[in-house]
């Protein structure tokens, strides 16, 4: 499945951010982290706007999860909260796709995260000076219907501590992707079902359900 062209190298992961809201924890009965909690997608889950979200025939119960990603722009390691920024190349919206039945079923989130499509992402890349990454209104519609509505000010690790962390465990490379959770508010979608992700200041991730 090809890259979405505004991904302008390609990624060679994905790194998600698990549990970075605090009403998101408490909807799946979870205890906050006292550390961010990480897990990766495969890439080639990567779709971009407009394009469908293939539900797969193993699970009963797939979820939306809106997300703001960022893409990194330069190699990072071992780097400092204060010098986060200067590694990120862009920002934009995420779908993290999720087979929630296989994510209870398994106790780790591997499957239930890395089908085909479950990586929504787009539709451009907006620059780090042209907003507050750490303070974006954040939404989810499902057919029209507001679903998710919440603001990345209710981050519990922010942009820079997420970044910082995983640059002391894996290089980061360019292009890679970084997804940052989700707010309250998931839910199921189904064969015919229309998601759009709306972040303020970057716009709308508009996908659908097959």
């Not at 994905?14 to 009403?23: D, S, W």
């Not at 939306?64 to 920024?85: P, W």
Request: aromatic share 8%; proline share 8%; charged share 25%.
């Amino acid at each position: 499945m090809p890259i979405p062209s505004f991904l302008k190298i390609p990624p060679t992961k994905i790194i998600a951010i698990g549990l970075n809201y605090k009403t998101h924890a408490k909807e799946l009965n979870m205890p906050i982290p006292k550390s961010p909690i990480l897990f990766m997608k495969p890439v080639s889950s990567i779709i971009g706007p407009e394009e469908d979200i293939i539900l797969p025939e193993m699970s009963k119960r797939v979820d939306y999860e809106a997300e703001l990603a960022f893409i990194i722009k330069k190699k990072a390691k071992n780097i400092e909260e204060e010098n986060a920024l200067e590694y990120i190349e862009g920002f934009t919206c995420l779908n993290d796709v999720t087979a929630r039945d296989l994510q209870n079923l398994d106790g780790q989130w591997t499957r239930a995260k890395s089908f085909d499509t479950f990586c929504p992402i787009g539709p451009k890349l907006v620059d780090t000076d042209k907003l507050d990454p750490n303070n974006l209104k954040i939404q989810l519609y499902l057919n029209g219907e507001l679903k998710q509505d919440s603001s990345t000010k209710e981050f519990i690790f922010k942009i820079e501590e997420i970044l910082s962390f995983i640059s002391k465990i894996m290089t980061l490379n360019p292009g890679d992707i970084i997804t940052t959770g989700t707010p309250s508010g998931i839910g199921p979608m189904h064969s015919g079902d229309t998601v759009e992700v709306r972040i303020e200041k970057i716009g709308e991730l508009k996908n659908y359900v097959k």
